[in-house]
């Protein structure tokens, strides 16, 4: 790969970000600051029952209070067929409760009002009668056969959605059998939610006079979003448009279609009027996609040296009331059999089963393409069960087992083909970094003298950039994603992409992969994305699949304008292809450097001095179907001390080595990394969405669902090595999730790590400083 | 309509007023009567500080009190930050150069504590940054790049000093 | 997110302040700092008809040391307190209450003597005025009278103040020489409330024992507790390892903890333990130097 200069900021540089300059100023554009004239609120009426049949929705009072346009109930959108939508997980969803209610917090009707304050207080004026029924809040029981049916809508009546399996039943068995060591791991993986710091929301706009309707909507899928309104509302595809503006994070909050975006579309449609819904925070946290909520069993089959031989895990995936999960529709789970890890196992089996219960639908993927981090939680788990078992240094354990560089690509025994991946240097340098033998040396000395400290160590593979079409779809549409550049007569450029940053720093990163690969300043080249008007038709961004999927589509869209440039070139240097180099920026004759056109007299000859033969213009689009996904790693190590008298974690210092391949910016990677890790933190000893037992949201708003701050927050480590994927066009992986994916693991083994030789062999998540003392008190230690 | 009040501020500079139902947020004030959209909201537990704005020198969560309660008031947002004539803010300038920002929505928030902060506090250790910032959530950054754009902007703004410039 | 209507008021002297309380009686609310009303305002929780804003009467804002007394206004902002320099130098336990109080926004707004008039157990200054031996002044129709702060906390948001009465002041006794305080909360994340915290002053007679003592719990009943036991065995005595551990363990045995969303009962009767040990120690660091 030729190496650009910092002028031009191709890969590899840290070039500062574009879209900053809007938000440093306050001048972003997020949906809450559109505003358009004549705009009217929405506000919804939910359900503070868990599981109640709707006895009756009487909105006289509401719809009479001054300023009050409409209160719409689900006896409306059922005359429409528009009470119930399809979730993107082959399940339907209500949009606004008929018969009856699933979850605390369901939306029950739509009010619509002249400013948002009228449309809280008529919401208060909606009557709603409910009569309670029995609620399920445990997955087990909701599986038992005498719980009561929560979906009535289905033809099955039972609260099992799916099951799925995978892998070498018979063969796993087999090996188990034979096993002389064997490891076991109950772990729950607590619900928690991916709390962007800007909520969901959208302006709907149907414009009566042009039969258009316009939404801007914090959409991180802007053009899935629009076929589905398309689908699901009739309304033609040309005569929608979707806009994601700026977004202030997604994380996958914001992938799924809710109830008040369609609530929003249905008001405008009716009244010809812009409305603005925006949801509150516990609105958020309480209704819209929470993620995880896994309760997974893991077990190892292993030889007494450590060899492990066998995998199987058994997980039952607690769902909500309706499975709204954002997922490929080939796999009900995502990408969970990814669970083997960067290990080598000969068999391995895996189970899911999915039940409904009373709590909010979904769930989707937080910022781990597809429940990879709870397969990454699990594996990495197990085998420190697996190395507390054998008294096996843990990071011996994993490096025994590595899947070795020679066995690239790699087929893993749940069926994934691992693009590349070199373990070991990975996380030795991981180890050299944090100084693990010397830390080793500091821990024994420590618990002679009975204080606690321990050392976490995940070493991941994640599995992103969803995905191949032959396997990959959501709602039917594959998981291509697309890129098109146009340059300009003066060697300047546009591109807009079908993914949709809400924070990564697209604008930048593209226009870096068009330096690169044009040799055009990333400075002079826009990039947009979000508008279904003019960006090329893609999947969006979540499951860090925008550098393997656009950001491929990109370079392969730049090479087909490099294609034409060189023959554009030949024509002005009058020389053939065969005898032109190209470096970043121009063309040159061999041998004769001083005969050379650079990229933007190419430009300008294409609109004024077109060969004979060519088409004027130069741009191309590019629709990428990636051959395989891709694989990063990394190696995590956390060390972290114990406040015996209160039970506090104190995370010491924590190391992520990441490899995800070449990197186009690797000041926007390193903040990635720090971003992730601290939502890892957070889900590590802070976080959880629970569930009292009538249905009850315990950690619906930020004072119970709760978010580090700076304080609670490390300095965060960061190193990488490079281990560029095979096939992509400039051999990146994607990076996002990463620290999301392996960071969990990593805190809950050096907590785990701190206490086992007091006999502690798991704690689950989240760790609270009340469940570390209670661990203490009990062995007579707290204090 | 319940009784409506006139509200008037300064607000970066420029006075403003609108007349106002006494329980309207201050955030909605500005966001909504006054058109700057800088100012965010991304709670309703006063737990976030998205909505930070100065008030007559000192951060509030502008979620948390009413318009009313600012009338006569010395605003400053995010928008008042820039300079006449366009030049940023050391604090925008060390946001940017150190990547202390992603998806953006924080930033204005931080950009005040930080402000202030950097007013009562010229010379902040990290532990004073941190501290000073508590009341600013964060969900992209992990906060790291955020405080070493606080010291890129503490460092300009002592270096503009001591040659005599004006620092905001 | 969105509060009911009300009607504001903004009275510019105590005696307008108390003349509407009287007028509009259990309708009306007293508008501080406003970082605890405001919120339940905005969760529809608290619905008063009148807010009586007293955030422009001037005069009852201050910290000064007067008469035997540290006498801080009503009206003083928390950060005013944390910005202190006669805080900051002689009552440490005030200064470590007011720092961990919220986050630096809401204690740039919020008020003492909101803190204490809101009745709630989960805030701090409670604890330490009691630990502090602190009197309330406050202020009403027929004038103003002083509440011991023992007497002030009754239950669960519900405080010694009448209808008609606003809370103007607080006095702490000037502590003597050989005198340390320290408060320690164990919260889950800055800007919390307490899952515990102790609050510790002492003073120390001239052979080194403990000639004054005050010791008060927050967040770990309906009321801030004043954990007279653990008082009573530190009194005259030497405060050595032993006698700060059973100190300890007699304030955990006066908390009453419920188990909620922040801990078990039983981690938080631990935690009061060990923070009162923790306190002590401090506040005899202080109390030598």
Known sequence: ?783 | MANKQLVKVTINGRHREAAVEPRLLLVHFIRESLALTGTHVGCDTSNCGACTVILNGKTVKSCTMFAVQADGGDITTVEGLIKDGGQLHPLQEGFRQEHGLQCGFCTPGMLMSSLVLLRKNPNPSEEDIRWGISGNLCRCTGYQNIVKAVQYAAKKMSEAKTQGGSNA | MIPPAFEYLRPSTIPEAIALLQQHGDEAKILSGGQSLIPMMKLRLARPAYLIDINRISGIAYIKEEGGFLKIGGLTREAEIEASPIVHSKYPLLMDTARVIADPQVRNMATVGGNLAHGDPANDHPATMIALGAQVVATGAKGERTIPIEDFFVSLFTTALQADEILTGIRIPIPPAKSGGAYFKLERKVGDFATAAVAVQLTLDGAGAIQKIGIALTNVGATPIKARKAEDSLRGKKPDAAAIAQAAQLAANEAQPSSDLRGPEQYKRGLVKELTRRAMVRALERAAN
């Not at chain 1, 029995?134 to 029981?141: A, E, S």
């Not at chain 1, 039952?316 to 080939?330: I, V, W, Y």
Request: proline fraction near 6%; charged fraction near 20%.
């Open chain 1, 1 to 783: 790969m030729h190496k650009t200069s910092p002028e031009v900021g191709g890969m590899g540089h840290s070039i500062k970000r574009k879209e900053d300059l809007r938000f440093i100023q306050g001048r972003g554009n997020y949906v809450d600051d559109v505003n358009l004239p004549g705009m009217v609120y929405g506000h919804l009426v939910r359900s503070p029952y868990a599981h109640a049949r709707l006895v009756s929705v009487n909105t006289e009072k509401a719809k009479k209070l001054p300023g009050v346009l409409a209160v719409i109930t689900g006896e409306d959108l059922a005359k429409a067929g528009l009470a119930w939508m399809p979730t993107l997980s082959g399940d339907k969803q209500m949009v606004l409760a008929t018969g009856k209610v699933l979850f605390q917090s369901q939306e029950v009707a739509f009010v619509v009002a002249e400013d948002r304050y009228t449309a809280a207080d008529a919401a208060e004026l909606v009557e709603v009668e409910y009569e309670e029924l029995p609620v399920l809040v445990d997955p087990r029981k909701a599986l038992e056969p005498s719980a009561p049916v929560l979906r009535d809508d289905r033809e099955q009546k039972n609260n099992h959605i799916f099951h799925w399996e995978v892998g070498d039943k018979s063969g796993t068995e087999g090996v188990f059998k034979s096993a002389p060591v064997k490891a076991r791991l109950d772990a729950f993986f607590q619900r928690c939610h991916p709390a962007p710091l800007e909520t969901c929301g959208c302006v709907a706009d149907f414009n009566r006079a042009t039969g258009r309707l316009t939404v801007y909507m914090t959409s991180q899928a802007p053009h899935v979003h629009r076929t589905l309104f398309a689908l699901v509302g009739g309304i033609p595809e040309n005569n929608i448009r979707v806009v994601s503006p700026d977004i202030g994070g997604g994380f996958g909050n914001k992938v799924p279609i809710y109830p008040g975006y369609v609530c929003a579309v249905v008001a405008s449609l009716t009244t010809g009027i812009p409305v603005k819904w925006i949801e509150t925070r516990s609105e958020n946290l309480m209704s819209t996609g929470f993620a995880r909520d896994y309760h997974m069993t893991a077990e190892i089959a292993a030889e007494k040296d450590g060899t492990m031989k066998a995998l199987r895990v058994k997980t039952l995936a607690d769902h909500g009331a309706f499975n709204a999960a954002a997922q490929p529709t080939k796999f009900p789970a995502g990408l969970f059999s990814i669970c083997t890890g960067n290990y080598d196992f000969q068999k391995a089996f895996c189970e899911v089963d999915g039940a409904y219960t009373n709590k909010a639908p979904g769930g989707i993927a937080y910022r781990c393409s597809f429940r990879v981090t709870e397969a990454s939680y699990l594996i990495e788990r197990v085998v420190d069960v697996l190395a507390q078992e054998l008294k096996m240094d843990p990071a011996e354990l994993r490096r025994k087992n590595f899947v070795q560089p020679d066995k690239f690509p790699y087929k893993s025994p749940l069926g994934w083909t691992y693009d590349s991946g070199n373990y070991e240097p990975n996380l030795k340098k991981a180890l050299d970094k944090i100084g693990y033998a010397a830390l080793r040396k500091e821990q024994e000395e420590k618990r002679k003298k009975g204080a606690l400290m321990g050392i976490g160590i995940s070493t991941f593979v994640e599995i992103v950039g969803a995905g191949p079409a032959h396997t990959f779809d959501i709602a039917g549409i594959k998981m291509f994603d697309s890129a098109e550049i146009r340059i300009h007569p003066t060697g300047k450029a546009i591109c807009r992409m079908g993914t949709k940053s809400q924070g990564q720093g697209h604008e930048t990163t593209y226009a870096q992969i068009v330096a690169q690969e044009l040799g055009i300043p990333a400075a002079d080249v826009t990039v947009e994305e979000g508008d279904t008007d003019t960006a090329p038709y893609g999947l969006g961004t979540y499951a860090s699949r925008s550098t393997p999927t656009s950001g491929a589509a990109t370079a392969v869209a730049a090479r087909k304008i490099l294609a034409k440039a060189k023959k554009i070139a030949a024509f002005l240097l009058e020389a053939s292809e065969e005898d032109l180099e190209w470096e970043p920026g121009k063309f040159y004759v061999k041998g004769a450097p001083q005969k050379a056109k650079t990229i933007q007299d190419i430009a300008f000859a294409a609109y004024t001095n077109i060969p004979p033969g060519l088409e004027a213009g130069l741009e191309a689009v590019d629709y990428y179907d990636p051959p395989n996904l891709t694989f990063p790693f990394g190696a995590y190590i956390a060390v972290v001390d114990i406040d015996k008298g209160t039970g506090e974690v104190k995370v010491r210092r924590f190391v992520a080595v990441d490899d995800c391949g070449n990197i186009i910016n690797p000041m926007i990677v390193e903040g990635q990394i720090h971003g992730g890790l601290t939502e890892g933190l957070a889900i590590a000893f802070m976080q959880q969405i629970d569930y009292d037992e009538n249905g009850n949201v315990q950690g619906g708003t930020f004072m119970d669902y709760l978010l580090p701050t700076a304080v609670e927050t490390p300095n965060w480590e960061t190193d990488k090595t490079t281990t560029p994927s095979p096939h992509h066009p400039f051999g990146a992986k994607g990076v996002g999730e990463s620290p999301n994916v392996g960071s969990p693991a990593a805190f809950v083994n050096a907590v785990v790590d701190a206490l086992s030789h007091l006999g502690v062999k798991h704690i689950d998540m989240p760790i609270t400083p009340w469940k570390v003392w209670n661990i203490l008190n009990e062995k007579g230690i707290a204090g």
